[in-house]
């Protein structure tokens, strides 16, 4: 939705342009977004993006339980618009990757993904996926003291 935004305000341009060296890629990068700048202001103050901001700061829809699939879809999203072509999407995987186990990846986004009923009867869900059970058991582990009483719990 964000991706499908931003394009619409730059007319299809991408922001992020891969070069041979990190230092070509920043440079890049920076210049595109210094092109896009103004469809960027208009991003901001426009209200498809208040609608962005309501999404993830809304009391009606939490968007705790939604967080964890958000990034898999997004990170899906942009390997499809570079074609699958990992030497294309790498670097920018890299760098969502780098910021989301450093400061949003947390047991509680997947608990709270695997106890969102949204994903958790859909045919792609991911239950078994070992990095979402340990975030369910470590939620648990926090939230119930008891080992015995742990074991009640079905999951």
Not at 35 to 46: E, I, P, Q, T, V
Not at 90 to 103: F, H, V
Not at 118 to 137: C, M, S, T, V, W
């Amino acid at each position: 939705m964000l991706i499908s935004i931003l394009k619409n305000f730059t007319k299809g341009k991408d922001l992020i342009r891969p070069g041979v060296t990190r230092f070509a890629t920043a440079y890049l990068t920076l210049n595109c977004l210094n092109d896009n700048k103004a469809a960027l202001m208009s991003m901001f103050s426009s209200k498809d993006w208040k609608l962005i901001l309501r999404l993830v700061d809304s009391d009606e829809k939490p968007a705790m339980g939604f967080i964890y699939e958000g990034m898999s879809s997004a990170k899906e999203k942009i390997k499809s618009n570079f074609g699958n072509v990992k030497k294309s999407y790498e670097l920018i995987l890299k760098i969502i990757d780098e910021m989301w186990e450093g400061q949003l990846h947390r047991p509680l986004h997947a608990a709270a993904y695997y106890l969102n009923l949204h994903f958790h009867y859909d045919p792609n869900f991911k239950g078994d996926d070992a990095d979402i059970k340990q975030g369910l058991y470590n939620c648990m582990g926090r939230l119930v003291f008891y080992q015995t009483e742990r074991n009640k719990i079905s999951v």
